[in-house]
């Protein structure tokens, strides 16, 4: 085997439930700041869409309150959801960087901006928590 397993020990013991079901809760700020301060950090990548981004804060409701209501359910809740959001997030910088538009090229935009940027570390850096809780709770590992 080239690759071993390594479990990292840490005295710092955070329960990442939690910090999922705040993240969730923080749609509220995040939808505040997109619709009334046109700052939109959670969904850069869906910025010219704005009908996919008010369904895709309906989604984020829905998992908050499912959350809420089966506090067993966050970690699979978090897991399926940040699997659309790692895709999304990847298609997205992917088709910004790799694929040059003459709107692009108009303008003088560049490729990817900084909310986008913003959006890529916040929204990435949860989802691949969320994800990799959720890995180790379908292969039956603990979670936390």
């Given amino acids: 085997m080239c690759y071993g397993s390594t479990v990292v020990k840490s005295s710092l013991n955070v329960d990442t439930s939690k910090i999922l079901v705040l993240y969730y ?6 939808l505040m700041l997109d619709f009334a301060l046109g700052f939109n950090v959670r969904l ?11 369904a ?10 499912l959350m809420l209501w089966h506090p067993s359910w966050t970690v699979l809740i978090s897991a399926f959801e940040s699997l659309i959001t790692l895709s999304a997030l990847i298609i997205s ?9 003459d709107s692009m090229l108009e303008t003088g935009g560049g490729l990817v901006t900084m909310p986008e940027i913003y959006n890529f570390l916040l929204s990435g850096a949860v ?18």
């Avoid at 850069?44 to 008010?54: D, I, K, S, W």
């Avoid at 309906?58 to 309150?65: E, R």
């Avoid at 989802?127 to 936390?144: F, S």
Wanted: some cysteine; hydrophobic content about 50%; proline content about 4%.
């Fill in 25 to 30: 809760a923080a749609t509220v700020i995040f």
């Fill in 44 to 54: 850069a990548f869906l910025e010219p869409y704005p009908e996919a981004r008010v």
């Fill in 56 to 65: 895709y804060y309906g989604v984020c409701f829905a998992c908050l309150g």
């Fill in 93 to 101: 910088m992917g088709m910004r960087t790799l694929l040059v538009t």
């Fill in 127 to 144: 989802a691949y928590l969320a994800w990799v809780r959720g890995i180790n709770r379908i292969r039956g590992g603990r979670a936390d």
